[in-house]
């Protein structure tokens, strides 16, 4: 059973930079039938994809359109995890943040999801 | 990308049917036979309803089933049960590596 864990700060200062990892326990970030994604929530903006990372012989990132000047999604192979990064924070990014992995019988869908983490942008 | 449009509300009584409708574009729900569905109780993280516009995980029961027609999206809940109010979501990859979520629709169980 594929779990995800999620750790990071709950508050972080407007125009800093928001960093969460995610822990896999019963798979591999490094497997090549998988991708990770980060996904946020957000009364104001609903559900967001912000983007994923996934390995196919070599690393590969896909970030969306709103947030790919600030965003950097890395995996951590040692620690069998993946982090975000979101620079240059606003109130607006305050959201409830969620690490997910591609469902393994469709790899457009999300399955399973971490416990999600709220962050607030906050001065 | 837009949001997928999704009705905000919809209810039904125990036992009954109810349809949640999401429509998007060419673009998305109807260029790809990828629309999925997630269930949101509060405070909780989203779970897999429907997948591939019509497929259901392992676990979810039957009387949850998808459609699509056109740019439009369906997820239909017959037989409803108290434990189904929730929140529902669509979802759709749009092409170029990306995906669009809809606005959410929650369902009250009269």
């Known amino acids: 059973q594929i779990q995800l864990q999620q750790s990071g700060p709950g508050l972080v200062k407007p125009s800093q930079t928001l960093s969460l990892t995610c822990a896999i326990s019963?798979?591999?970030?490094?497997?090549?039938?998988?991708?990770w994604h980060w996904i946020r929530q957000s009364p104001s903006r609903g559900l967001e994809w912000l983007g994923r990372?996934?390995?196919?012989?070599?690393?590969?990132?896909d970030y969306a359109a709103f947030v790919k000047s600030r965003i950097t999604i890395n995996p951590d192979t040692p620690k069998n995890q993946f982090s975000l990064q979101l620079n240059s924070v606003t109130p607006e990014d305050t959201a409830v943040y969620y690490c997910?992995?591609?469902?393994?019988?469709?790899?457009?869908?999300?399955?399973?999801w971490g416990q999600g983490t709220l962050v607030t942008v906050s001065s | 990308q837009s949001a997928l449009t999704q009705s905000r509300s919809v209810s039904g009584s125990p036992g009954q049917s109810v349809t949640i409708s999401c429509t998007g574009t060419?673009?998305?729900?109807?260029?790809?036979?990828?629309v999925s569905w997630y269930q949101q109780h509060p405070g909780k993280a989203p779970k897999l309803m429907i997948y591939d516009v019509s497929k259901r995980p392992s676990g979810v029961p039957d009387r949850f089933s998808g459609s699509k027609s056109g740019n439009t999206a369906s997820l239909t809940i017959s037989g409803l049960q108290a434990e189904d109010e929730a929140d529902y979501y669509c979802c759709s990859y749009a092409g170029s590596h990306t995906w669009v979520f809809g606005g959410g629709t929650k369902l009250t169980v009269l």
């Open positions: 990372t996934y390995y196919r012989s070599k690393w590969y990132n």
């Open positions: 997910v992995r591609d469902y393994s019988s469709s790899w457009p869908s999300f399955d399973p």
């Open positions: 019963g798979d591999s970030v490094s497997s090549n039938s998988a991708a």
């Open positions: 060419s673009s998305d729900v109807g260029g790809y036979n990828y």
